[in-house]
């Protein structure tokens, strides 16, 4: 316990980043905000061009039960996430929230203590209508509506509502023509599961058409847009949204979140947002295609392996980042959030040995500052001990 007291002090004190937390990548500007290696389930950053300041995911959710600290120190280092959002995000301008997981956009409990992050800005959202599950559409539902009553909206927001405005555009199974060749080969228990998620999202596209829609709004100088596979200028910046990605696996009842870039003059900026890796082929196609200088990714969820993520999936990942590092040639990666929840490096080594190789710098937010991911600091287990598979 001594050892896991001295860790969550030295992740109390931001002043002891000594400005390491900023990347400057031309005239852009990333600084990162918190981060899981950091001690809280996070992933965000606020990022700066001459033009515009953004800010990234302004979310924070205490780590998982099995995470090897108290109750009482993962709520510390969740607030001390807050703390740094709050203390660098009310400069923003604009506020993108990728997905409506607790740990990337604001639980509405706390929608008050944080609305100086919302106020006045311009609101960048995921699409709360489509391509969304039903978890994160009552989420979306219930922030966005507070956010509108809390900013004076003068009608009940009931009356803001549409018809839904749905319809089939893009087929993900022709969106993905490589995954979902994987997953057409399938056989036994893995062929049941394919059968199974198709069935899901069948029933789930049945509920875009029939739910009603939330369109965008403007509530005195607050605005919110929905951004899927948007591009939005700001003087001389770019920002450009994907299509929803699934968040992980290809069908994946979890959801789907936006990836996007931020581009100006001759650099480029990309957030993943939750790819867990990225698992899927297509979308390290997209990271590639984007050509990014610096790019924050989410690794995969490395303390689920064996019930919710498999050696195929890791495989899948490996070739995927070592693709990436290859062919988009980006200055630097900083890969982080769901793989830090858990001892991640042996499973991922040979990732690491080939950015080595080829010069290209990868390694989380808490080793960009000048420290070890938290939980090299406080697992039981030395790194040298965990198996790799």
Known sequence: MEMNRKAIEGNLLPEEFKGRDLIELGSIKVRLLFFDSLGAKCSSVLVKTPDVSILVDPGAAGLQPGFPLSSEEKASLREKAFERILRYGVSSDVVVITHYHY????????????????????????????????????????????????????????????????????DPFDDHPKTAALWRKAEGKKLMVYRAKKRWFNR????????????????????????????????????????????GQFLDNIGWVLGFTVKHEDETFLFTSDLQGPIIEEYADWIIRSEPDLIVADGPPLYTYGFMIGKEDVERVVDNMKNIIREAEPSEIIWDHHMCRG???????????????????????????????????????????VRDD
């Open 103 to 170: 740990d990337h956009h604001v639980h509405p409990s706390r929608l008050e203590e944080m609305m100086n992050l919302f106020k006045g800005k311009t609101l960048l959202v995921k699409n709360p209508n489509q391509w969304i599950n039903r978890s994160q559409r009552k989420r979306a539902f219930v922030f966005l509506s507070k956010l509108y009553q809390m900013l004076g909206g003068h009608e009940p927001f009931d009356n803001i509502l549409e018809p839904s405005r749905f319809t089939m555009i893009n």
């Open 204 to 247: 789930i596209v049945e509920s875009w058409q029939q739910n009603k829609w939330m369109g965008e709004f403007k509530v005195e100088d607050t605005e919110v847009r929905l951004a899927d596979g948007r591009e939005f200028i700001f003087g001389n910046t770019k920002i450009r949204f994907s299509r929803p990605l699934f968040h």
């Open 343 to 385: 001892l991640f490096k042996p499973k991922l080594k040979k990732v690491y040995s080939y950015a080595e190789k080829v010069g290209v710098k990868i390694q989380t937010a808490a080793e960009h500052i000048g420290r070890k991911p938290l939980i090299e600091q406080v697992s039981p287990l030395s790194i040298s001990k």
